[in-house]
Each structure stands twice: as C-alpha cells, then as structure tokens.
C-alpha cells in the first residue's frame, strides 16, 4: 500500500466534505435570516447542501459526485455505512448518558403516556403510508406495496432506520431504489418537522395563543424538587487517558460487542440476519444498559471507586453521531433514481405532516393539560424528525425547559422501545404480507390507544391515576 493512494485518502476525504459542510450550514443558520427562522436543523441543512451540489454535479457530468477518484470510487456506499454505524453509536450514547432520577407517580405517568403516544404515532403513520403504497403500487412501477412501512421508519425514527429498513427492501424484495426511497422518506420528515412547526408557532403566536417561559416567569414546582434524587458529587476516573477518550473508547468496544451478539445470532438465525442487523442499534442499546449495570454494580461493591461513564460527555458525543448520520444520510439521496416515485412520496409526506400533527395535538391537549403546547411541539418534532429537532421547536417557546417536555422526551425512550419492537418485526413482514401487515398495525394501534387513554376510558373522569 502507498500511503499516496486513493484508496487510503477516499474515507477522509468524505467525512471531511461531511464535517465541513456542517461548518458551512452553522455558519449560514447564525448569519442568514432566513434560515434561523425556518428552525431547519443545521445538520439537515448541511445535507440539502450537499444534495444540491450533488445532484447538479450528475446532471452536468452524469455521473455520481461521491463516486469520484477522490473518493476511491466507493463514496456513495461509504455515506450510507456511516449513516448505518452512527445510528448505532448515537443510541449507544444515549444510553450511557440517561441520568438517574427519582420521579413522582404523576410525572411517571407522563412519561409512561409519551412513550406510548410515541408508538402510537409510528403506528398511525405506518397505517397511513401502508394505504398510500397499497394503492400506488397498483400504478406504479417498481413500487412495492409494503414500502409505506417506510414512513414511520423515516418520520417516526429517522435517516439510520429509514435506510436500514430501504436496504432490507432493496437487497431482499426487489424495491428498486429502497434504500434511496426510505432516505427521502426521512428528508421529508424534517422538511416536515421545520416548515409544520414554523408556520405553527407562526399562527399560536398571532393568535396570542403561545406563552414564552423562562426561568425568570415560571411558577416553582415543588413536587418535582422534592421527586428529585440528591445529586452526589461524582467521580470521573483520573489517569493518563482523556475523559472523552474513555467515552469514545466505551461506546467503540460497546458495539463491537453488540456486533459479536448479532454475529451469533445471525448465523443462529440465518433467516433473519437482515432484521438482526438492522436492529444493530437496538442490540447496542441492550448491551450498553447492561454494560452500565455492571459498571454500577462493580462500584457499589467496592470494587471500583470512580465513574468511567461521563453522561455529559456522552450526550455531546450522541448529538455529534447524530448529526453525522443526518447530514449523511441526506447526502446519500441519489434523486434519479426516484423519478418515478416523487407523487407517491409526497403524497406520503403531507399526509403523514398532517396525521402526526393532528394526533399529537389531540394528545397533548387531553393528556398533557397543564404544558400541552410544549409537549405538542417537542413530540411533533421528534416523530416528523428526531429527538433534536423536538427540542429545536420545544426551546422556541420553553428555552429554559421549565416545563417537564423534555424531560418525557428523553425518559420515554424505555416504554417506547418495550412497545414499539414489534413494530420492527412488522417493518420485516410489510413486503411480504403488505395486507396482513396493515390489519396489524391498525389493531396494535387501537391497542396503543386504548392504554393511552385508559384513564378516560376506565376511569370515567375520576382524578385518581
């Protein structure tokens, strides 16, 4: 090998167009008016960037921008492993950066009814593209009647899971263009979540309908003071490596083992090996918890005495992985190959705006009375987009977070994943048993509502939970 060669610069130089077109696109989102006030994320702006070029680039030279000597010819297929891996690594993150915190039956309940509604969501909008493919495979071409699964995956759950799912489709069923479909499918759910949510505050606020809230104007919440466990100083362990270098350390040998589990698993189950691997980042989740656990029970014990997980650190690096897989996996999107699918997947796309909206705002009206707005916005945000993106819209109007929003946005993500993994099995079966599939979805979805509001429904109006 010659260190002169293509093939040893081609990935650093795709990642670096990646990082720098971040730089650009928070350059543009502080200096240009209209970009602060479209709330567009800037990773997502850095993507569309980069499409835009990308696609000019084929139309002039007819070939592929990525697919370059400059980047060993393998660009492309580069951008969506990255997109893959840093779904994973940004779960695993997350993982380790839940903090410990005691909380009232109240605010449990709350939680509790944001990781359903979550599921419920994903549930709804996989109804909902179900119909729309259904029906449009009937007329065009290529199209594969399960690919409405897809608009939960790409809305619900964002680019790594839209694109796990596209390739799957892809690879296994014959969806031409999958992968591309389901990455489009994610673009437009945070073309969603900015536009749907701009014009929304927009329209509160005209109507004097919106509350600003600060720090400064909040009314104190003893119940969640007195819910909180006592912070003990912690820590960190103090050697000759960097606390970030233990962080990136733990999260790399995480997944490495996660990838030995789906390894086994996979040739134990070589039917599913595609499902298995596509749940990479839930498996890195599991094995992150556990890891954790042993850790905490490892201190408890005396046997170590410091704490190896930074859960600040590691929530810096879980945006960073994030951001990383949405600038990418929006720079993936290769638009010819979509040509024939643009009706459908705009027709997927608003209806899919409007059904999360109209869902989300019932919910948080009935559920959520005393900050329904705040919860409103930042789980509309999260299901057209992701989690960053809620809270993007969540500080337009609580920039304090003075209300328990964002705290049910990061907590609900257990009872979500309890709930919403059979939805990754239906995400398997769509292309197969397209019919069946949507008989399911729309049964777990009446399921789903019945637990949401089973206090309406079995209580009959009674205050006690």
């Known amino acids: 090998m010659n260190f002169w060669d293509y ?23 502080k200096h240009i008016k209209f970009f602060q006030a479209s709330l567009i994320p800037t990773s997502v702006l850095a993507g569309l960037g980069i499409l835009i ?50 909380l009232s039956k109240k ?27 259904l029906l449009a495979a009937k007329f065009v071409t290529g199209l594969i009647s399960g690919a409405g699964i897809l608009l939960p995956f790409g809305y619900g759950q964002g680019t790594g899971q839209a694109l796990n799912f596209g390739s799957l ?56 003071n007195s819910a909180e466990e006592p912070q003990k100083e912690k820590k960190f362990i103090n050697g000759g490596l960097e606390d970030l270098s233990i962080q990136i350390s733990t ?40 890891i954790k656990l042993i850790l905490n029970g490892m201190k408890k014990a005396n046997i170590i005495d410091e704490d190896y997980i930074n859960p600040e650190q590691m929530d810096k690096l879980g945006s960073f992985f994030f951001d990383l897989m949405i600038v990418t996996g929006i720079a993936a999107i290769q638009l010819d190959l979509l040509k024939d699918y643009w009706p459908t997947l ?12 109209i869902y989300n705002r019932f919910v948080a009206k009935v559920l959520f009375p005393e ?27 609580d920039k304090d977070f003075v209300t328990p929003a964002a705290d049910n946005l990061v907590y609900q993500n257990f009872p979500a994943i309890v709930f919403g993994f059979p939805m990754m099995v239906l995400g398997a079966l769509a292309p197969v048993e397209p019919v069946k599939t949507l008989i399911i979805l729309a049964a777990f979805f009446v399921v789903m509502n019945i637990i949401l509001f089973r206090r309406q429904i079995f209580l009959r109006g009674r205050n006690k939970e």
């Open 53 to 102: 070029i990308s696609t000019i680039y084929k139309a002039i030279t007819k070939n592929h921008m990525f697919d370059v000597r400059a980047f060993n010819y393998a660009g492309t297929a580069n951008l969506e492993i990255i997109t893959f891996h840093c779904l994973a690594f940004g779960f695993i993150a997350m993982a380790f950066s839940s903090k410990k915190k005691k």
């Open 7 to 29: 093939s040893v610069w081609g990935f650093f130089n795709l990642v670096t167009v990646l990082l720098f077109a971040l730089i650009i696109a928070n350059i543009l989102k």
């Open 107 to 133: 605010r449990t309940a709350e939680i509790f009814n944001t990781g359903v509604t979550t599921v419920a969501t994903y549930l709804l909008q996989g109804v909902l593209g179900m119909v729309v493919t």
């Open 371 to 397: 900050y329904a707005e705040a919860q409103f916005l930042v789980m509309y945000g999260m299901l057209t987009g992701t989690a960053s993106t809620g809270v993007i819209l969540l500080r337009e109007i």
């Open 251 to 290: 999260i790399f040998i995480t997944y490495m083992l996660a990838y030995f589990l789906i390894a086994f698993l996979g040739n134990l189950l070589p039917g599913f090996k595609s499902v298995l691997y596509g749940f990479n980042f839930l498996i890195g989740v599991l094995v992150a918890s556990l």
């Open 346 to 357: 705009l027709v997927m796309g608003l209806l899919g705006l409007l059904i999360t909206y």
């Open 169 to 224: 489709f892809e690879n296994d069923h014959g969806f031409t263009g999958g992968k591309n479909f389901g990455l489009s499918v994610a673009a437009l759910g945070f073309l969603s979540a900015s536009i749907g949510g701009v014009i929304h505050l927009n329209i509160m606020k005209a109507k004097g309908k919106i509350q600003i809230l600060s720090k400064d104007n909040a009314e104190p919440t003893p119940e969640e």
